[in-house]
């Protein structure tokens, strides 16, 4: 288990939390991709975790309607995988989410997304559907945590 410093990224750090998705996920996506999908979304959240300064993971999320804030997307670089970088960033993600009065967490993920999965059960996430997402052609796993239990 790595303790990791995790801080919320302002417009000044995004850049880093794109890079970090740049070395995760495919295609690679420009910090315009990231500003343009926050714009008209309420109580954006990008956090960063850094070991000795090095940032190795993001996890962002934005309140999805009243009382759920959803979570989009999160990465860990694979070289600090599994010594509990993404469950500090989620749990860090969860804590700000119920101080500004949210009772539930949305996630979802890919069926291929298989760490995901299993990283959203240990975290206690049910599952509470699929949907179709055109974009991927691919069906979306829907996961849903409740705040106040
Ligand atoms: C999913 C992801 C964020 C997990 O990051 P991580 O820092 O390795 O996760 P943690 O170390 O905090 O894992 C916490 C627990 O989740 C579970 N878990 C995490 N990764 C797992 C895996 N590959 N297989 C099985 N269980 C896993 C384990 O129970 C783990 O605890 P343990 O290591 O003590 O057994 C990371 O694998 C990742 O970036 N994947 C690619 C991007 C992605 O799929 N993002 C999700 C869609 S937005």
Redesign the pocket.
Known sequence: MAQAEIIIADDRLLPQAVQIYNS??RPKREVDFFKRRFMGRYKVLTLLARLSERPV?FWIGFELKPGMFYHW????LPD?????????LAEAQQSWAKEHGYEYLRGE?MNN????I??AI??GYDIVGIRWDSTHADNLIVFEKNLLD
Not at 73 to 76: A, D, E, F, I, R
Not at 80 to 88: D, E, L, N, Y
Not at 113 to 116: A, D, G, L
């Open positions: 995760v996920f993971g997307l999160g990465g860990v600090f995988r599994r010594q509990g970088i993404a469950k500090q993920c997304q298989r760490e995901f299993h990283f240990e975290l």
